[in-house]
């Protein structure tokens, strides 16, 4: 289904009755990398999932933009659908940034909050950010006389090889770096609501410590380190991540 | 004895440009290429309007890799000439030129399937396949379709249509008109093909985001009731004065009852998705599963609407039926089925080749023809100069 807003063509899901939940997908990704997850919770909750700006079938943002576009966008997402509460969002790596970020300045309001393999601790291994930006770098100034697609994907190539989920997606170059810009770190210790907070321990794209850093920074969180290598967390270990999103929603 | 060189035009400043590209490769150039009467050349529009044409851009993989960009900037545009037939010219220090003996639209939706193809065509005098203007432009505005139906006894869901400005400019006298309507409804722009931006909606707020959402994409918007107890089957028709139909096929719909582009060209009917290579019988019947009585009634009523529209060459009608009370109403009309419906052709027991070679010969007969009629009026008009 679409909906216009701010006069980009909104692509989005809505699922269920009752009290409203909220998921936001990562970099690159689209509302049915929580297919299963919707399937799941839709029969107790309205299930809202959007394709973000410039991802899935939605239109691109005119301009770039960084996680308070963002936050202000899927505000007046909301409003246009009518809906005033939100129970719980749920936000998996850059949609967990995304969910820290509106929920701090107030944009966005909700019960409870939970983190999928959460990005926004931007600084956590400086070095491999600082690898990842010069082999990027690197890569495009080494590769500007190959053609345009072979370039695009050795380019995503290295973001890949240095554990980036963030692939590059050639229009949104400048929003990727203005969202990737921004720490969250700030914005978590600010947050009083209820928070799950789930990562895997050997992601490659979100280190496990980035899950306990927010842990530590959340007050009423409540951490859960699965066993696995998977960034998609939700798709692997989907039976575990349903029962236990179900189970901190019931609470 | 040399083959007739016949222009694939394809691609063009569409919505539906990509599909445009599977339409002209799959089904016209490949099949064409094992003609021993006619030679594909193919032509292809990018999406900023330039016409180029190499051989390479018979190759999907160009555009599938995306490197059709890189290629296009180290190509010249193509040099139209027209009267008397239409010529394509290769511009360089030794320009090359080729005279068309036919040429093949392959283009969907706007700037192209919507008559100005056509038109041009018609300008230029050369024999072309499918429907002339008048009748694309006809077929590609879902209100003057159903208008000129309904006129001519072709029943339709009860709809309205209205300019997206004036919905935008007071939207209490839009919605006043469509308070006769009955929900749900269906909320459609009306020169979009591949159902792109159609909404089913079930209360006033929804209409009015889905007329937002339509206006997003066109200028005139149309508003029809659904119809109960649906089955929703297509009937594709090759023919100029007496017009054949291939299978009536039905298509899988979507949980909204919606065929739209995801089941049409992504999903290909199949529940959570399939691979582009399953072939394209997958998202639907084929025939479709009707009485005897109905199939027959959907067969002439797509015939009778074909001819109604004024369409030749080829088309496909889409009709809507009610399987409680056996009635068959006209939904819309498309003058470039996608990929022609090669498919339901060939189970119709023709094959790409003879699909593709038949339209060519019955572009050229419909050319002849015209090419009869008197365009000359002697008059002593000038003289009193």
Known sequence: MKVIVDNLAVNYELKGKGKVVLLLHGWADNHQTFSRLISYLSSKYAVVALDLPGFGESETPRQAWNLDNYADFIASFLTKLSIENI???????????????????????????????????????????????????????????????????????????????????????????LTVAQDVQADAAKLKLPTLIINADNDPAIPAKDGERFHYLIKH??????????????????????????????Q | MSKTKVAVIFGSRSAEHDVSIVTAI?????PLELSAIYEPVPVYIDKQGRWFSHPRLKDIALYTTGQID?????????????????????????????????????????????GELAGTLEMANVPYVGCDMPSSVIAMDK???????????????KY?????????????????????????????????????????????????NAIEVAAHYDDKIIVEEA????????????????????????????????????????????????KSSESAQGYSKLPADL????????????????????????????????????????????????????????????SNLKLAENLIDLALERFKAKQKLTTTFKTTYLKQY
């Open chain 2, 26 to 30: 799959a089904s016209i150039i490949k």
């Open chain 1, 87 to 177: 129970y719980a969002i749920i936000g998996h790596s850059n949609g967990g940034a995304l969910a820290i970020r509106g929920l701090s300045r107030g944009v966005l309001k909700a019960d409870k909050l939970v983190l999928l393999a959460s990005a926004g601790v931007r600084n956590s291994q400086p070095l491999k950010r600082v690898i990842t930006k010069s082999v990027a770098k690197a890569g495009k100034v080494t590769t500007f006389w190959l053609p345009k697609s072979t370039r695009q994907s050795l380019r995503s190539k290295l973001y890949g090889t240095v554990g980036s989920d963030m692939l590059v997606v050639p229009e949104l170059s400048k929003t990727f770096k």
């Open chain 2, 70 to 114: 890189d290629f296009l900037s180290k190509q010249k545009p193509l040099l139209l000439q027209m009267g008397g037939g239409m010529k394509i010219t290769w511009p360089g220090i030794k320009p090359k030129s080729v005279k068309l003996g036919a040429v093949f639209p392959a283009t969907h939706g706007t700037h192209g399937e919507d």
């Open chain 2, 160 to 208: 309205v249509w209205f300019y997206s400005r004036d919905f935008m400019g007071d939207n209490d006298s839009v919605l006043t008109k469509l308070s006769g309507l009955t929900y749900p409804l269906f909320v459609k722009p009306v020169h979009l093909g591949s159902s792109i931006a159609i909404s089913k909606v079930n209360s006033a707020k929804e209409l009015i």
């Open chain 2, 227 to 274: 119809i109960n107890n649906l089955i929703e089957v297509t009937v594709p028709i090759m023919g100029n004065a007496s017009p054949k139909a291939a299978l009536v096929e039905q298509p899988i719909l979507n949980s909204d009852n919606v065929f739209d582009f995801e089941s049409k060209y992504i999903r290909q009917g199949k529940k959570g998705g399939a």
């Open chain 2, 143 to 157: 209100a003057l379709a159903k208008t000129i139906a309904s006129y001519e006894g072709i029943p339709t869901p």
């Open chain 2, 291 to 350: 009485p005897k009585e109905l199939y027959a009634a959907a067969e002439e009523l797509a015939i009778k609407t074909y001819k109604a529209i004024g369409c030749s060459g080829i088309a496909r009608v889409d009709l809507l039926i009610d399987s409680k009370t056996k009635k068959v109403y006209f939904n819309e009309i498309n003058p470039m089925p996608g990929s022609l419906y090669a498919h339901n052709w060939k189970k119709s027991g023709l």
């Open chain 1, 221 to 250: 969180s409540k951490l859960k380190m699965l066993n696995g290598n998977d960034h998609f967390i939700h798709h692997q270990y989907a039976n575990t991540i349903n029962q236990e999103i179900s189970e901190f929603l019931s």
